[in-house]
């Protein structure tokens, strides 16, 4: 009669285990596994798995003292942190390890090398470690050339209690992740006797160039670069070139090497000049380095060895301070982007909804040009860190292009034209077009000659061309109130507005040739002005610019000053008020935004504020 009960995990896996995952292994272990299974060079060895954790806290009855010691436990007073760290630590090291765990442990580790005992790295591996959205990396322990199948044990028991450090009790804390939520195996490898041993970085961590390798690398053990008591080799190499663009000779004042009973030993180290890695090691591990971040399919922080004129990898995680590109492009060919929402003084994510909203708008400007393009799919604005970023690749490759694109920039947006200038000179972006095909001057030529023509006529009659312009915007806006206040459940809201924006990108083609055309007559006036100032006033030493912006500040129908005038008449309404002035004085600004979406300021306040938010 067959049951229905599963068989129990085992207690250690084997390190190439295809079962070895991030609930039984740990993120360290599973990652390794990974590593060992796609046949890169991984030290020997196995895992006791997250399976061994738990039966250990079970046995020892330490489940609910934990669950007890932690409840209230505050996160950011860092002495209660150590005071809880050290008593749960206590419980570890005097709980009894149960008799089929110690077994499991000394068969695996005698099957490593049968004679003399293997020197062996033991270290810990949380469910909740060198995850792609969390690093818990180094919050945990590991010992370092442990000998005998009893040192083994006694290491393993304090790697278990080392997922309580008060680092990580903290960081757990602070993430919101329970103590019941996570476990802890233990990865138990081969040492590898280091000659040299380092970290690299698939992807630069400072600039974020994905065709930068980085390595740092020091003599011995990596545990001195790590725990950072040494100053490492520092290499850069081009991924896609295939050669070193950067070295850099660390001090390598101190190595740590393993001794010969077990244990590791620090020792002065060589000369600064002195290279740990060789050349053509540094080039082979940057490729190695590429292939695990192409199996991972993530850029990769690894920690490797170089021992007897061979590398191994000792560990594969993601790196998590990656800003992420565009789904839809990789890191070559080069892509050149510029964040449309810095240029706007927006910084903070958009929601998904605006981010379609604004390719609502790219979409729009197509069809006005006479091409069919789909909000989803145009290739100008592109999202990446739920932003949004504009392509300018292809423009900068036309020589046409280019040559427009800096002279526009020069107008529209100087900042962004002073970054783009020292990129033109990559050979990546070398002009592959001169300009225009005749086929696409044929197609542009009526559709941008009445566009010129609306240009002029603002130049002509700026003011009549004005008042259409805001007469039209504020009858479609009125409309546009009305229809934006749906009604129902919240999802027939939604349905609703997600109608009308499908309904307002149609219709934007439309709109552009009034907005744009006036946008443009605008900027063109206003560069006139800063020309004609700098000229007339040079030697002056006065800064034109500045006094040109100025004069624009003063202008009728600025809406930027007429919106700041307004935001003074909405306080000299509330200081009219002597009691909600300093009710608004005493009161935090999160509180108050709250009580104004609410409703609930005082009455002439709220009225104020009202006013204000609707125009």
Known sequence: MSSSTPAPAPLCLPLASPSADLLTAGGKGAN??????????????????????????????????LRARLQDL??????????????????????????DIAQAVHASYAALAASPPPAVAVRSSATAEDLPDLSFAGQQETYLNVIGAEAVLAAVVRC???????????????NALAGDEVALAVVVQVMAPSTASGVLFTADPLTGLRTRT??????????????????????????????????????KALVIQGRPEGGVETRPGAAGQVQALPDAQILALAALGGRVAAAFGAPQDIEWAWADGQLYLL??????????????????????????????GML??????????????????????????????????????????????????????????????????????????????DPRLAVTARGLALGDVLHLLPRVLPLAGRVVGYLLNPEGRRRVAVRTTDAFLETLQVRSQPAGEPADRLRQR????????QAFPE??????????????????????????????????????????????????????????????????????????????????????LAGRLPAAAQRAVDDFLAR
Do not use: C
Request: neutral net charge.
């Open 32 to 65: 390794l596994a990974r590593l060992a299974q796609a046949g890169f060079p991984v030290p020997p060895g196995f895992i006791l798995g997250t399976a061994a954790y738990r039966q250990f806290v079970a046995a020892n009855g330490l489940a609910p003292r």
């Open 74 to 99: 505050p996160a950011d007073q860092p002495a209660a942190l150590e005071a809880a760290s050290a008593e749960i630590r206590g419980w570890f090291a005097a709980g009894a390890v149960p008799p």
């Open 160 to 174: 278990w209690s080392s997922l309580w450090t008060a680092r990580a009790i903290g960081y757990r804390a602070r």
């Open 214 to 251: 980085v390595i740092d690398a020091t003599l011995g053990l990596g545990e001195a670069l790590v725990s950072g008591q040494v100053g490492p080799d520092h290499y850069e190499v081009d991924t896609a070139a295939g050669r070193i663009t950067a070295r850099k000779l660390g001090a």
């Open 315 to 344: 560990q594969s995680r993601p790196i998590t301070s990656l800003f992420p590109l565009p789904a839809e492009l990789s890191a070559e060919p080069l892509h050149v982007l510029f964040s449309f929402g810095a240029v706007q």
């Open 348 to 425: 903070d994510p958009l929601t998904p909804l605006g981010q379609d909203s604004l390719r609502f708008v790219v979409a729009g400007g197509g069809r006005v040009l006479g091409y069919h393009l789909h909000y989803a799919t145009q290739g100008v604005f592109r999202l990446a860190g739920e932003r949004i970023w504009v392509d300018v690749t292809g423009v900068v490759r036309n020589g046409l292009g280019r040559r427009g694109a800096q002279a526009a920039l020069s107008w529209i947006e100087p900042s962004v034209g002073q970054a783009l200038a020292p990129l033109l000179d």
């Open 498 to 505: 997600v109608a009308l924006m499908r309904e307002l990108s």
């Open 511 to 596: 709109a552009i040739p009034h907005l744009a055309t006036g946008l443009v007559a605008g900027m063109m006036s206003f560069n006139m002005l800063r020309l004609f100032s700098r000229h007339v006033l040079a030697g002056s030493g006065l800064d034109t610019d500045r006094l040109v912006l100025e004069a624009m500040r003063g202008l009728p129908h600025n809406v930027t000053t007429e919106m700041d005038l307004q935001l003074w008449a909405t306080a000299r309404a509330i200081a009219a008020q002597p009691a909600d002035a300093d009710y608004l004085r005493q009161t935090s600004a999160e509180q108050l935004a709250a009580e104004s």
